[in-house]
């Protein structure tokens, strides 16, 4: 079974605040349009790994600028305003605003991924028994890079981000 984070670019005005709203925009996002809106640069994703990768953008005591402490390293991830379903019986939306995705695209454009790879890896690494650790740490430098490109993208375009996590 496989289990996504998908991020959808979006103007926050669009945006209504009910799960139901939330499911019928990003379902079809993911399940009808996932490979166009990829492709257009407003639709990102991670397979499984996303929790991984949250745990290198933790270690903001990594960062030598003034970002030290903040939030910010939650952004790009978990952070935002969860959207529950109801019942609890799905995993909640997210919501990052237009200044908050601004954020995630300044955090991930001055972190330095040497820096926080290098204070992560020992608890990113571990799972990852037999591995080529080269050839990990290419992989989340990979997931560091395309998160940047959509954030600053996205950012640029003075847009929200509405994150969903589906089975």
């Keep these: 079974m496989s289990f996504h984070m998908h991020l959808r670019a979006i103007r926050e005005t669009e945006i209504q605040d009910g799960y139901s709203w939330l499911e019928e925009f990003m379902g079809p996002a993911w399940y009808d349009h996932w490979e166009a809106e ?26 030598t600028d003034d970002r030290r402490g903040s939030r910010e390293c939650d952004l790009p991830i978990y952070g935002g305003r969860p ?9 909640p939306f997210v919501i990052l605003t237009a200044a908050e995705t601004r954020n995630a695209a ?6 330095s991924f040497d820096a ?3 204070t992560a890896r020992a608890k990113i690494t571990s799972p990852y028994v037999g591995w080529d650790k080269t050839k990990l740490k290419d992989i989340f430098l990979g997931y560091h890079t395309s998160l940047s490109s ?8 003075d847009h929200a ?5 589906w089975y």
């Design 161 to 165: 981000v509405i994150k969903a996590f």
């Design 150 to 157: 959509f954030y600053r993208r996205t950012a640029s375009s």
């Design 106 to 111: 300044d955090f991930l454009t001055t972190a």
């Design 83 to 91: 959207v529950y379903h109801p019942a609890h019986a799905r995993p």
């Design 116 to 118: 926080l790879w290098e």
């Design 38 to 63: 990829r492709d257009a640069g407003i639709a990102h994703a991670i397979e499984k790994d996303f929790g991984p990768v949250n745990e290198l953008y933790a270690p903001v005591s990594a960062l």
